[in-house]
Nanobody
Framework: QVQLVESGGGLVQAGGSLRLSCAASGRALSDYTMGWFRQAPGKEREFVAAISWNGGLTHYADSVKGRFTISRDNAKNTVYLKMDSLKPEDTAVYYC?????????????????????WGQGTQVTISS
């Protein structure tokens, strides 16, 4: 099975940027569809973005579309989430997750139930 470790979180002011990384070990990252989710205090874990195994298909939550960009480097076994124009409501713990499936319909990639493996999360805090 694959192990996932997130990094890159921190405290930034509203309007700023961060880039999160998720490093995979144990299995080749190219075996998985990858997703980013987030969970704010007192709220359900929600979908943020996903990318297909070869990077050819991406999907974003409406709340981050146009501000966040997901990418992957299978040679480095790493997936990234570039976050721009950050808002206080983006404050959450961000998790990366791996799906053994290869969906071809983008909205399917937003289903939390599809994901088999999860990292421990990295805190992102946006100050106003």
């Amino acid at each position: 099975q694959v192990q996932l470790v997130e990094s890159g979180g921190g405290l930034v002011q509203a309007g700023g940027s961060l880039r999160l990384s998720c490093a995979a070990s144990g299995r080749a990252l190219s075996d998985y569809t990858m997703g980013w989710f987030r969970q704010a205090p007192g709220k359900e874990r929600e979908f943020v973005a996903a990318i297909s195994w070869n990077g050819g298909l991406t999907h974003y939550a409406d709340s981050v579309k146009g501000r966040f960009t997901i990418s992957r480097d299978n040679a480095k076994n790493t997936v990234y989430l570039k976050m721009d124009s950050l808002k206080p409501e983006d404050t959450a713990v961000y998790y990366c997750a791996a799906d053994r499936g290869r969906p071809t319909f983008a909205p399917v990639m937003g289903s939390r139930a599809r994901y088999d493996y999860w990292g421990q999360g990295t805190q992102v805090t946006i100050s106003s």
